[in-house]
């Protein structure tokens, strides 16, 4: 685009889009040659931001991408050479990062992406932090964000984050792509930060933030990358199947006017049925490697409500004992709350409302997925009124309007 027909609000949109489309794939190039995560973040913000001051008076490049990648490291070639004493910074630094691009060459990694990924899973960084870390350096996510989905304050979330981004420029903790026998001690903490970015793009499905309307794609992508690199883990099979399950509703979860329709009443004939065939086959090859774990589990609860398209109803018997053996393996709180309500779906409201209850208070109290179970068990057993005030607490909680919306449709009903 010519300069003269560039405004600062076209600049501001190209580089929003290039945000959003290659942020973690521009971190994870940074990183990886200069072996710095702050640094690498810290450069490609200068980027953007010398974008916005320049591409109104110059024209936006054809291609956004590599001008930024250009800019984020010259500007890291810089601060090299402003924080070394001796003439032979820059020079280390250019060398450094051209070693780095001979290697990526040959690397076993097929996406910068997934390989940053891993290293960001290095054994040295707290097991705490890893996914955390995952989730802003490569998919781009804030303090807050992280925090939210980890049940944790933005201060005490942001403090974790830097303590382990200091701790890697300091310690140089093996930047080096990982080899193959490092793999299975990382795995885990990769695929977690993957479903991480997944579930923060399927909880947008109408895609009102921008930032987040591409995660459920691209966190489908590395699912896939990574069960070609380790087809014979049931773990990663579990993942992509977990992920294709859900994706496969989509269509379903908003009716034409963008109302929330929760899954017991969705329309089934809008599924994606390839979708959930392609699911199907990831789950047997999960369940052929060995015994379930967590996304393997969770795969097959998805797999059970799949059932509906073809069977007309859920097996809510198998997945209360799906859900028993998943809360076994990882006592979620989200876990737990979903086995409440299948335990609601067999047994009743009742005894599904004493599993909720004997939950920590301190830990449901702002969660707002426990609120809506209670409001619609309590539905359930008759009683409306602490129902209604259960469903507004839920909507009082909740981040997506059509979501707040059908929950205080509910509240309404049950105070008429």
Same mark, same amino acid.
């Given at each position: 685009m010519a300069a003269d027909d560039t405004s600062a609000d076209d600049a501001r949109a190209v580089a929003e889009i290039a945000a959003r489309a290659a942020y973690g794939r521009l971190v994870a190039w940074l990183a990886a040659r200069s072996r710095d995560v702050a640094g690498a973040e810290d450069a490609l913000s200068e980027a953007f931001l010398a974008a916005l001051e320049t591409w109104p008076a110059r024209g936006i490049p054809v291609r956004p991408e590599p001008w930024l990648l250009a800019v984020a490291r010259r500007k890291l070639i810089d601060r090299a050479r402003r924080n070394q004493s001796h003439?032979?910074?820059?020079?280390?630094? !250019?060398?450094?990062?051209?070693?780095?691009?001979? @290697? $990526?060459?040959?690397?076993?990694?097929?996406?910068?992406?997934?390989?940053?990924?891993?290293?960001?899973?290095?054994?040295? !960084? %707290? @097991?705490?932090?890893?996914?955390?870390?995952?989730?802003?350096?490569? &998919? +781009?996510?804030?303090?807050?964000?992280?925090?939210?989905? &980890?049940? @944790?304050?933005?201060? %005490?979330?942001?403090?974790?984050?830097?303590?382990?981004?200091?701790k890697i420029? /300091?310690?140089?903790? +093996?930047?080096?792509?990982? =080899?193959? @026998? =490092? #793999?299975?001690?990382?795995? *885990?903490?990769?695929?977690?930060? !993957?479903?991480?970015?997944?579930?923060? *793009? #399927?909880?947008?499905?109408? *895609?009102? =933030? +921008?930032?987040?309307? +591409?995660? $459920?794609?691209? /966190?489908i992508a590395l699912g896939r990358m990574v069960t070609a690199m380790l087809p014979r883990d049931g773990e990663t099979h579990g993942l992509l199947a977990l992920m294709l399950h859900c994706e496969a509703r989509k269509p379903a979860r908003r009716a034409w006017d963008g109302a929330f329709v929760p899954l017991s009443e969705q329309d089934t004939q809008l599924w994606d049925a390839d979708m959930i065939a392609e699911a199907e086959t990831s789950l047997r090859r999960a369940l052929e490697c060995g015994p379930p774990s967590r996304f393997a589990l969770e795969a097959a609860i998805q797999s059970a409500h799949a059932a509906r398209k073809s069977q007309g109803r859920a097996d809510w018997q198998a997945i209360t004992r799906l859900y028993d053996r998943l809360v076994e393996v990882t006592p979620a709180l989200g876990a737990q709350i979903s086995r409440a309500a299948a335990i609601g779906e067999v047994d009743g409201a009742a005894p599904a409302l004493a599993v909720l209850e004997a939950m920590d208070p301190d830990?449901?109290?702002?969660?707002?997925? #426990? #609120?809506a179970t209670r409001a619609h068990l309590l539905s359930r057993a008759g009683r409306t009124a602490e129902a209604a005030e259960a469903f507004r607490r839920a909507a009082g909680l909740t981040s997506d309007p059509a979501v707040r919306r059908w929950l205080l449709q509910q509240a309404n009903a049950r105070s008429a």
């Open positions: 003439a032979a910074a820059e020079p280390d630094l !250019i060398r450094q990062i051209e070693e780095a691009e001979l @290697a $990526t060459q040959d690397s076993l990694f097929p996406d910068e992406r997934l390989k940053l990924l891993f290293i960001c899973a290095h054994p040295a !960084i %707290a @097991a705490s932090v890893r996914t955390p870390l995952m989730m802003q350096t490569v &998919f +781009g996510f804030d303090a807050a964000r992280i925090a939210s989905a &980890f049940l @944790a304050s933005p201060s %005490a979330m942001g403090q974790r984050l830097v303590r382990a981004k200091t420029r /300091a310690a140089n903790l +093996g930047f080096a792509e990982p =080899d193959r @026998a =490092d #793999w299975p001690q990382r795995l *885990g903490a990769v695929l977690s930060s !993957i479903y991480a970015a997944y579930t923060s *793009g #399927w909880d947008d499905p109408a *895609g009102l =933030d +921008g930032h987040r309307s +591409g995660f $459920t794609r691209e /966190a830990r449901v109290s702002q969660h707002q997925p #426990w #609120w």
